[in-house]
């Protein structure tokens, strides 16, 4: 079964609209991680949280927002979508800072 | 001065070759560290932790010399279902357990 959920895989957007991917977990762990990765490049961290605990990436742009309403569920909020913004969007989980991460299978965002 | 770098690759390399990647880390405080396997566009896949001692897993061997920052990894006897994007992965716990990644190096077995 899978144990980090994203929701929806494929996701496509129009410029400038806002649009929210989910991640969900049924491990029970700690920390939830958004990783953003753009074609040919490696996964780049933008936040993540510790429980409700909200952390940013010092360069990751204000237009990138996350919500943690529950352990289990996790949001990536992008308020205005612009070009540039087209990616892999992955979340990852793990217990505690030290312990493996598990990736979601990713949603691949297109903005046109 | 990327915190971790791997050889670009390509590897084209045929059935049953050994091969072989290397990676460098800049960071001296890196804490742990991994190799993930990536498939087309698909999600980042953990491969295997990576210790001083060097670590063996089947057909893969991972080596790590914290002196040189130095990571590798070899995989003997390569099968085409090994053809994917390897990504020499660091964890620096004191930032939240971030993982940094390098950029990968991608290897295609051929028949």
């Known amino acids: 079964d899978a144990m980090v959920i994203q929701n929806p895989r494929y996701q496509v957007t129009q410029f400038g609209k806002p649009v929210t991917l989910s991640c969900s977990q049924t491990l029970n762990h700690n920390v939830m991680y958004w990783y953003q990765q753009k074609s040919s490049q490696a996964p780049k961290l933008l936040f993540h949280y510790y429980d409700k605990d909200f952390n940013n990436e010092a360069d990751t742009p204000d237009n990138f927002q996350s919500r943690r309403p529950n352990t289990s569920f996790c949001f990536l909020d992008i308020r205005s979508p612009g070009l540039g913004d087209a990616a892999m969007y992955l979340c990852?989980?793990?217990?505690?800072?030290?312990?493996?991460?598990?990736f979601g299978p990713g949603t691949r965002l297109t903005v046109l | 001065r990327k915190e971790v770098e791997q050889d670009p690759g390509p590897f084209n390399v045929p059935e049953g070759a050994t091969v072989a990647f290397n990676c460098t880390y800049s960071?001296?405080?890196?804490?742990?560290f991994f190799w993930y396997r990536q498939d087309c566009r698909k999600e980042p896949k953990l491969l295997m932790s990576?210790?001083?001692s060097g670590n063996e897993d089947g057909r893969f061997t991972a080596q790590l010399n914290r002196a040189s920052q130095y990571i590798s990894l070899l995989i003997r006897d390569s099968k085409l279902s090994d053809s994917a994007t390897y990504l020499c992965v660091v964890n620096f716990y004191n930032q939240g357990g971030k993982l940094i990644f390098g950029q990968g190096t991608e290897l295609s077995v051929k028949p």
């Open positions: 990852a989980t793990s217990r505690t800072y030290t312990d493996t991460q598990y």
């Open positions: 960071n001296s405080a890196s804490q742990s």
């Open positions: 990576v210790y001083s």
